[in-house]
């Protein structure tokens, strides 16, 4: 049986496949393939192993037949018409839980680098400006003992809280569908609703799914509701927050700063934000450690090898199709 890999991924995966007798067929150019490359390249394959960046509609599924599972290479699903791929019995995988920590991690670097407004630090002192130290200069955000709220409650969301409750005394608010029992019992969190949380925050990082009722999620409304302290973090989809908005409270200091890791229209960024000096831009880097995009790229490998061999694979998106 065949397999097909979109973009070039750690080597660990290809092995897993290959000792496994399938035959591999990869993309080696670290370049987007088009819908028609795509379609071109999976027709005759059994296995797709595809990034975030592809988008695997109808159409594509339509165009193989013979396709049995596609594994995606990333915790979430957006990119894949779930519905049309079970329609047609294929299964859908993602590797979810290994990348909760390092995810956690960067979503706090960047609340770090961007509260204390390190980037720009760092290029003045580069420049060679630094000439002497200044009580006022590069004055920032502290982030102990200040208000951390948390917009999504899962796997990240809860790690993120973690880290700002134990690590920096923070108060811990959160938005989620229901009440979250660790959240609560173990880091004193306080479920509240999405306008209570913006009021009251000192750091906002985002942590929900891109679903229809969490586009542009944070807008217009939301960012004048928030402290003109505040600062914005995303590690989560880049069209929950609207881009134009936010880059209209940073003009206006509606908010103080904000910490990206993904874009509404990724990977383009928005010109304006690549001009100012109270955001820190990330290339969607939040899982970007060794130890875990090998972890990633074993389970997507895994999952298609247990799928075809007619056994239960490690994460289905899509469990009916086992049915």
């Given amino acids: 049986m065949k397999v ?14 290959k000792d496994a007798g399938l035959e591999v ?17 999976i027709k005759d394959v059994d296995a797709l192993l595809p990034l975030l960046t592809d988008a695997i509609d109808d159409e594509v599924l339509a165009s193989n037949p013979k396709l049995k599972i596609v594994a995606n290479y990333a915790v979430g699903f957006n990119n894949i018409n ?10 859908v995988t993602n590797t979810p839980d290994v990348l909760t920590d390092t995810t956690a991690d960067m979503a706090f670097a960047l609340l770090m680098t961007t509260a204390r407004s390190i980037v720009p630090s760092d ?8 000439d002497k130290w200044e009580p006022l200069g590069f004055l920032g955000q502290d982030i102990h003992h200040a208000t951390l709220g948390i917009i999504g409650a899962g796997r990240i969301g809860q790690v993120v809280a973690k880290r700002g409750h134990h690590g920096f005394d923070m108060k811990i608010l959160y938005v989620d569908m229901s009440h979250n029992e660790y959240m609560d019992s173990e880091l004193g969190a306080t ?4 306008d209570y ?11 929900v799914p891109l679903f229809p009722n ?4 944070i807008g217009k409304d939301q960012f004048k509701m928030m402290k003109k302290t505040a600062v914005l973090i995303n590690t989560a989809r880049g069209p929950v927050v609207d881009e134009e908005a936010l880059v209209e409270a940073l003009k206006t ?16 960024v928005h010109h304006e934000l690549l001009k100012m000096d109270n955001v820190v831009l990330a290339p969607h880097i939040a899982s970007a450690s060794i130890q875990t995009r090998e972890e990633m790229g074993r389970i997507a490998a895994e999952n298609i090898v247990l799928f075809l061999n007619g056994k239960k694979p490690l994460t289905p998106v899509n469990p009916a199709v086992l049915q």
């Fill in 214 to 217: 969490t586009h542009h999620l």
């Fill in 197 to 207: 949380l913006l009021q009251n925050s000192d750091f906002v990082s985002l942590h």
């Fill in 4 to 17: 097909y890999v979109s973009r070039p991924i750690p080597q660990n995966a290809y092995k897993i496949l």
């Fill in 191 to 194: 479920k509240v609703e999405l």
């Fill in 25 to 41: 067929f990869a993309n080696e150019e670290n370049r987007i393939l088009s819908k028609q490359e795509l379609i071109e390249n």
């Fill in 253 to 268: 200091g509606e908010i103080w700063a904000a910490g990206l890791d993904v874009y509404e229209k990724e990977p383009t």
């Fill in 82 to 91: 779930i519905e049309a791929a079970t329609k047609r019995g294929i299964l």
């Fill in 123 to 130: 290029k003045f002192t580069r420049d060679g400006m630094f």
